[in-house]
């Protein structure tokens, strides 16, 4: 038998309450598709786990996952609904919808509400409706929007996104958008940083882009990144 003091302490190392995850994601529709992208942070409480994550996970050819809250449960979620999509297609003999690739990730999540800590964004395009954003925060609640925003650094933006988001955007700009709102979200939440990652989806397929953290646009009181200098 456990001793009281061994009892605490695989109660205490068994406890999740010391863990918190963090990050910022967004995905914004335009004239023609969406733009995902997402910060390359990966925390464990006031450690960083990984500095260069990518947060920003295909599900099928044209429809793309953003992953917030646990990173083992929304890898497992992907993994699943890779798998199920995988063999949909199959049937169909078709490009799937971004709906149906949403609402099963919802499925999933929802399904488990108890057991993952999940905030999904699926985005993508199709020629049935085009480009396409659904939401899917913690428990499983879906919903389409023009944009959507996740993370703990998402708290920081939602004034300029509300703000400086127009509907049917050029490539370009929304892609400026994206950048800026998440380049803000990076300076003001200690659990988001790193490099910054996109995905572009229209008619011709997804486009990924990087930008390295030295790039990313300093926000007003945040001292700028610092080329070093040879002796």
């Keep these: 038998?456990?001793?009281?003091?061994?009892?605490?302490?695989?109660?205490?190392?068994?406890?999740?309450?010391?863990?918190?995850?963090?990050?910022?994601?967004i995905a914004v529709?335009?004239?023609?598709?969406?733009?995902l992208g997402a910060d390359s942070r990966t925390s464990n409480g006031s450690y960083i786990a990984n500095r260069v994550a990518d947060k920003i996970t295909p599900l099928s050819d044209s429809v793309y996952l953003l992953r917030s809250g646990s990173a083992a449960d929304t890898q497992a979620?992907?993994?699943?609904?890779?798998?199920?999509?995988?063999?949909?297609?199959?049937?169909?003999n078709d490009q799937v919808r971004v709906q149906?690739?949403?609402?099963?990730?919802?499925?999933i999540a929802y399904g488990n509400k108890d057991m993952?800590?999940?905030?999904?964004?699926v985005a993508g395009w199709d020629r049935h409706a085009g480009g396409a954003v659904w939401g899917i925060p913690l428990g499983?609640?879906?919903?389409?929007?023009?944009?959507?925003?996740?993370g703990s650094g998402s708290a920081y933006i939602y004034g300029f996104c509300d703000k400086y988001f127009k509907p049917d955007m050029s490539e370009e700009d929304a892609k400026k958008f994206?950048?800026?709102?998440?380049?803000?979200a990076m300076a003001r939440d200690a659990s988001s940083g790193g490099c910054i990652r996109t995905v572009t989806i229209d008619a011709n397929g997804p486009r990924r882009d990087?930008?390295?953290?030295?790039?990313?646009?300093?926000?007003y009181g945040e001292m700028g990144h610092v080329q070093p200098t040879s002796a």
């Design 1 to 25: 038998m456990y001793s009281e003091g061994c009892q605490q302490r695989a109660s205490s190392c068994s406890s999740t309450s010391g863990i918190s995850m963090g990050t910022s994601i």
């Design 29 to 35: 529709s335009y004239k023609g598709g969406v733009i």
């Design 77 to 92: 979620i992907a993994s699943y609904v890779q798998y199920f999509i995988a063999q949909h297609q199959c049937e169909i």
């Design 100 to 107: 149906t690739v949403a609402h099963l990730a919802k499925q």
């Design 116 to 121: 993952l800590e999940a905030g999904l964004i």
């Design 140 to 150: 499983g609640t879906i919903v389409q929007t023009p944009f959507a925003t996740g």
């Design 178 to 184: 994206v950048i800026r709102a998440l380049s803000f």
């Design 210 to 219: 990087f930008m390295q953290g030295s790039k990313v646009p300093a926000a």
